[in-house]
């Protein structure tokens, strides 16, 4: 966090951050207070390098450094700093100008390690990775097509990874009424995006398919049955 420190050195080290914390479980730092203070000091480091980083280096490196958190199993519980983060992350996936900050915040909320990780937080999780897809669909900006192509992407992805996670089938009814209110833009985005991802990343598509037809077979509502068939072709099409 040192404003002196040299951009390429603070580059480097927020993933190192994110690597650490990853690693730091609660059995290997102590009890939960412990736990919980060191976390939080990670953290604010993360966050306060997303939100003013000097080089866009810096910020995209932090945003996936994040990434190593929401993926750690055991964070079930409402920490004030994992609260702090998603909503980092989510104002930078939204609002950002840069596309490739933008892909690593997409990438970072998209890595949830269970559905408990996101708790509360997770449908809103999901209309903020939607409001980023019709956000950067408003015209090509010179010179960055291709980041903002791999923004639609990555977003496709992770919105697939959280559809994946769906708890019951009252959850993905919510989320599919979400979707259902950008229908064509959801539609067309995923069928594009399967198209051109790289193989290991089509994954989330096949996942998400999985959990939507196990939970959404018998629903009988006109939005779960779209995104169900919409979810088959992209996995049966790759």
Known sequence: ?????AVNTKSNAVRCVGNMLYYLTRER??????FDSLMAAGTGCLVSNIRSG???????????????????EGLEADYAWKRELVDC?????????????????????????????????FLGVVAGLLHSLET????????EWQHQENLVSQLCCSLCSLLALCS???????????????????????????????PEKTSSF??????ADRLGR??????VAALVSLLTECSNNY
């Open 136 to 143: 950067c669909q408003g015209g090509e900006v010179l010179g």
């Open 54 to 72: 000097k080089i866009m280096k810096i910020r995209w490196n932090a945003c996936y450094a994040a990434s190593n958190i929401l993926r750690k």
């Open 89 to 121: 992350l989510l104002d930078t996936v939204v609002n950002f100008e840069n596309f490739k900050v933008r892909i690593n915040a997409a990438v970072a909320l998209g890595s949830a390690g269970s559905r408990g990780c996101l708790g509360e937080l």
């Open 206 to 211: 096949l996942l998400a398919s999985q959990t």
């Open 218 to 223: 018998d629903s009988g509502r006109e939005e």
């Open 168 to 198: 019951s089938s009252q959850e993905l009814a919510k989320v599919a009424s979400l979707l259902a209110d950008q229908w064509d833009l959801v539609s067309t985005s995923f069928t594009a995006s399967v198209r051109r991802i790289s």
């Open 1 to 5: 966090q040192d404003s002196a420190s």
């Open 29 to 34: 730092v102590g009890p939960e207070a412990e």
